[in-house]
């Protein structure tokens, strides 16, 4: 049953006879408005209800979890967040409070869709869409993206370990020489220290270079390539990317490379690595994920 104090239609009468006290008798108003007096001075002393309070104070930990996101967190990652925190709301009440208050994760882009090419020439496809890896360092995947600044594009590379989905490697460059791609892996082979680790690319021409093959081999890497015009063996790539565009880089330019850049390090290495929740990983951050593996 409905108290009075959480009937909207009650709560509207209340608020009318309070600004009409001193013009009309109060058990008049009650009689003509349909709501008891005993009701009307209950909620004078109490005029919020306390789940109305309680809404209030959740609603303050949802704007803390959808700040901290960057915008990005709908109601599913908000309630992991106030679960780990201590909160008991249902998901039901997460998406209410969100709804009303005009609370709403940010869209992506579309989904771009390849075709299928012939198989590769140069270096065979070895991952063959293998996306779930049992164990860390075993398939590395990497590409490349661009950004729009002011002063012109800037270029970014990463590598991603598929086991945790984490970036271990990336760089940023004013163009897309094969430097790029090599300054990336090298920043994961500096933390991972590869032994045998597959690494899947697609066909651009600087994943093809004879030093990218000496790399590879000369770090114990095994190279894998997809089909031409068939990206879908990078896919997970593919959605770092979308994820990165949608979550901070959205639609804007930046003044110079050096703040694109900035940016780009502050939402891999402080946010997505560390604390961004992923779905695939059961709703914790890549860190966490690795973390917890290890302990066990």
């Known amino acids: 049953m409905t108290t009075p104090s959480r009937n909207p239609r009650a709560r509207r009468a209340y608020e009318f ?45 949802i704007r803390a979890s959808y700040k901290a996101s960057h915008g990005i967190y709908g ?10 925190a201590g909160e008991t ?34 270096i065979p496809n070895l991952v063959k869409r293998r996306f779930d890896v ?9 590409d490349i ?5 002011w002063e012109g594009w800037l270029y970014l590379a990463v590598v991603m370990d598929l086991f945790s989905r984490k970036i271990v490697g990336w760089s940023t460059r004013p163009t897309i020489h094969r430097l790029l791609v090599l ?31 000496r790399f590879c081999r000369a770090n114990r890497l095994e190279p894998s390539m997809s089909r031409r015009g068939n990206c879908w063996d990078n896919a997970v790539a593919e959605s770092f990317f979308g994820s990165l565009k949608k979550e901070r ?34 709703g914790v951050s890549p860190e966490t994920y690795e973390d917890a593996v290890k302990r066990k």
Not at 75 to 84: K, N
Not at 134 to 142: E, L
Not at 184 to 209: E, L, N, W
């Open 89 to 122: 709301c249902s998901k039901h009440r997460v998406e209410r409070i969100m709804r009303v208050n005009k609370i709403m994760a940010l869209h992506g882009y579309r989904t771009r869709h390849y075709s299928v090419g012939k198989p590769s020439v140069l």
């Open 134 to 142: 049992p164990r860390p360092n075993m398939i590395w995947v990497t």
């Open 249 to 282: 880089i959205k639609k804007q330019i930046y003044k110079t490379r050096a703040l694109a850049t900035a940016d780009v390090s502050d939402y891999i290495e402080c946010f997505y690595n560390r604390t961004r929740r992923h779905s695939y990983l059961n």
């Open 183 to 213: 300054d990336a892996v090298m920043m994961a082979v500096r933390k991972r220290r590869p032994r045998g680790t597959m690494i899947h690319s697609d066909q651009g021409c600087q994943y093809g270079s004879d030093d990218w093959r």
């Open 75 to 84: 109601a599913p990652r908000i309630l992991l967040d106030l679960r780990e």
């Open 145 to 149: 993206t661009y950004i729009r600044t």
């Open 17 to 61: 006879i309070k600004a009409h006290a001193r013009e009309y008798p109060v058990q008049t108003m009650c009689r003509i408005l349909g709501v008891a007096p005993s009701g009307y001075y209950e909620w004078l002393h109490k005029p919020v209800s306390d789940r109305a309070l309680e809404d209030a104070r959740l609603l303050r930990l």
